[in-house]
Structure formats: structure tokens, C-alpha cells
């Protein structure tokens, strides 16, 4: 567990959160989408601390967890269409994933990678989600995809958006902050506290 953290995601800017496994990275993001209330220390939205703004929050939201969230007895049509999506948007997303072709394919006979960019195709969708919060985007992608992710993320900063993601692997986002979980790690034997800072 982690304390003593704090930072600001301005829009326009991407935040990357490195760490070992178990370094908390996954409990910080739970922790800024609501799920986790166990935590010391103020997270604000805009300048309303949570949880009064949480709400808010939520409604400028897109969050993709390191578990994908695809409904394995949908096909990905079925799955972009319950977030929402129109059918000719769907095909668009799709295919900026290369997954045309697979849209009315059951989820549950794709591969893990396949799975990974069906959750993905949601950031190609028409959205008003300003904040994107994404645990390890990159993973199980090859290089044309973490390429043409890249692109899309950029395109979202471009446009005034935050990005906060995890990822193990380098990220090629421009600006992009960076805070390493390990800098904040609690001492042995100390009182476990977990201290959060704003985002915007």
C-alpha cells in the first residue's frame, strides 16, 4: 500500500502510474472511480471534493479495467451496443480494432486479444467522457494496435480530454506525467494509509 501521494491530471494531459505488481496500482484506480471507499486524504473533482462529486465524476467517465468487462455470450455488436452504441458507430469502432468481420462472432470464441479489443473499441466510439481511466490498455495488443491506440488517445488529449492509465510497457503520449507507486510505499510495520490526490 501506498500514502503520502498526490497529483493533478489536468485537462489536456495523460498520467501514467508505474509500479511492481502489488504496488497498489489497481487499488488508486478503484479508489478514483468510487469502488474503493477505504482510503485517507481528499480526492477532488474540479475543485468538489469526492464523495459529493463523485456523481459528476462518473458522468465524464470512460473506464476500461485491466478485466476487459466483455460479456462473453455477446458478440462484440451486442456488447458496443449495450454501452450504447448504434450500429454503424459499432462497425466503425470495430474496425478501427480490426475486428470487422467479427461483429456477430460470440465473444467467448474469441481470443484473449480479440476480447482485449472489443473492451477497447468503446474508445472509438462517439462519447462525452472527458476523464479516460484504463488499466493496462496496451496489454495483448500488437504493434499496429498499441500504434493505432496511441493515435486515438492522442486524439482525445488533442480535444481537451485526461487520460489516467496503468501500463507496463512505455506509453508514447505527449504530455504525459508519470508517478511511480514504489516512491510512496508504506514502511514496514507502519499503520497502512492510503492518501490520494486530485484529479480534474
Given at each position: 500500500?501506498?500514502?503520502?501521494?498526490?497529483?493533478?491530471?489536468?485537462p489536456?494531459?495523460?498520467?501514467?502510474?508505474?509500479?511492481?505488481?502489488?504496488?497498489?496500482?489497481?487499488?488508486?484506480?478503484?479508489?478514483?472511480?468510487?469502488?474503493?471507499?477505504?482510503?485517507?486524504?481528499?480526492i477532488?473533482?474540479?475543485?468538489?471534493?469526492?464523495?459529493?462529486?463523485?456523481?459528476?465524476?462518473?458522468?465524464?467517465l470512460?473506464?476500461?479495467?485491466?478485466?476487459?468487462?466483455?460479456?462473453?455470450?455477446?458478440?462484440p455488436?451486442?456488447?458496443?451496443?449495450?454501452?450504447?452504441?448504434?450500429?454503424?458507430?459499432?462497425l466503425?469502432?470495430?474496425?478501427?480494432?480490426?475486428?470487422?468481420?467479427?461483429?456477430?462472432?460470440?465473444?467467448?470464441?474469441?481470443?484473449?486479444?480479440?476480447?482485449?479489443?472489443?473492451?477497447?473499441?468503446?474508445?472509438?466510439?462517439?462519447?462525452?467522457?472527458?476523464?479516460?481511466?484504463?488499466?493496462?490498455?496496451?496489454?495483448?495488443?500488437?504493434?499496429?494496435?498499441v500504434?493505432?491506440?496511441?493515435?486515438?488517445?492522442?486524439?482525445?488529449?488533442?480535444?481537451?480530454?485526461?487520460?489516467l492509465?496503468?501500463?507496463?510497457?512505455?506509453?508514447?503520449?505527449?504530455?504525459?506525467k508519470q508517478?511511480?507507486?514504489?516512491?510512496?510505499?508504506?514502511?514496514a510495520?507502519?499503520?497502512?494509509?492510503?492518501?490520494?490526490?486530485?484529479?480534474?
Open positions: 500500500m501506498f500514502c503520502g501521494l498526490g497529483f493533478t491530471l489536468e489536456g494531459a495523460a498520467m501514467q502510474v508505474l509500479g511492481t505488481n502489488g504496488a497498489g496500482k489497481s487499488t488508486l484506480i478503484r479508489t478514483l472511480i468510487g469502488s474503493a471507499t477505504d482510503y485517507r486524504g481528499e477532488l473533482w474540479g475543485d468538489k471534493p469526492f464523495p459529493a462529486s463523485l456523481a459528476q465524476m462518473r458522468q465524464s470512460l473506464y476500461i479495467g485491466h478485466n476487459a468487462g466483455v460479456r462473453r455470450g455477446l458478440t455488436m451486442e456488447n458496443l451496443a449495450w454501452y450504447g452504441a448504434r450500429r454503424e458507430d459499432a466503425v469502432a470495430l474496425e478501427a480494432v480490426d475486428l470487422y468481420g467479427f461483429e456477430d462472432v460470440l465473444c467467448q470464441q474469441l481470443s484473449a486479444g480479440q476480447t482485449r479489443r472489443v473492451a477497447l473499441a468503446r474508445l472509438f466510439l462517439p462519447s462525452v467522457a472527458s476523464l479516460w481511466i484504463l488499466d493496462e490498455p496496451l496489454a495483448a495488443l500488437d504493434v499496429r494496435g500504434a493505432r491506440l496511441e493515435s486515438r488517445m492522442a486524439d482525445h488529449l488533442g480535444a481537451g480530454g485526461s487520460i492509465l496503468t501500463s507496463h510497457q512505455p506509453v508514447n503520449l505527449s504530455p504525459l508517478v511511480n507507486l514504489l516512491d510512496f510505499q508504506v514502511p510495520g507502519y499503520d497502512i494509509a492510503m492518501e490520494a490526490g486530485s484529479v480534474q
